[in-house]
């Protein structure tokens, strides 16, 4: 291949894998708390293993995502833009302005674009809703998968202790997602 083509078909080539990605629809700006960078965002539903891990994209709407990551303050030892493990994040949904809540926990997963915490969920069809994330650290009593998650105390390799369960809000307007494989 000649040199000037090289660009292009490389061009070509992100163009067809960018094409072939689910859209993510971002939920308001991100939210600074407690060394983390929280950003909250849905796609459409997603195909899971193992079986049975959350409900099935057939059953869903939506696949709600919470993407945490390390801000550079983090003292928990946690580089910048490192996903941070072993937390349990549970989400509110409410329809506006009727109260509809729709309630669960997320699970940490993998997807291409990298780990994070979500869940399928059937939303109360098209309209405003706000989303509350509640965030327990991993030595919280309510996170019993956490607690298996060890942090040094020690004065030469020791960090701080995890924070205190915090909560992040955010409102957006749902209209669906679009044909699937239409992205």
Do not use: C
């Not at 078909?9 to 939920?27: H, K, T, V």
């Not at 939303?123 to 996170?143: D, Q, R, S, W």
């Amino acid at each position: 291949m000649s040199f000037l083509l090289r660009p292009l078909a490389f061009a070509a080539l992100a163009a067809a894998s960018l094409s072939a990605a689910a859209l993510e629809y971002p939920i308001g700006s991100p939210q600074n708390v407690a060394g983390m960078e929280v950003a909250a965002v849905y796609l459409q539903a997603v195909e899971m293993e193992p079986e049975g891990h959350m409900r099935k994209a057939s059953e869903s709407d939506i696949h709600l995502e919470a993407d945490i990551h390390a801000l550079a303050s983090n003292p928990n030892g946690f580089p910048e833009g490192f996903w941070i493990p072993h937390l349990l994040i549970r989400y509110e949904l409410t329809k506006l302005p009727s109260g509809e809540v729709i309630k669960g926990d997320m699970m940490p997963m993998v997807a291409s674009d990298g780990p994070h915490y979500g869940d399928n969920v059937k939303l109360k069809g098209a309209g405003k809703y706000k989303v509350k994330f509640t965030i327990y650290p991993p030595n919280a009593k309510e996170n019993a998968a956490g607690n298996i998650f060890g942090r040094h105390t020690d004065r030469a390799t020791g960090v701080r202790p995890w924070f205190k369960t915090v909560e992040t809000e955010w409102e957006f307007t749902y209209a669906g997602v679009g044909k699937k494989g239409g992205y």
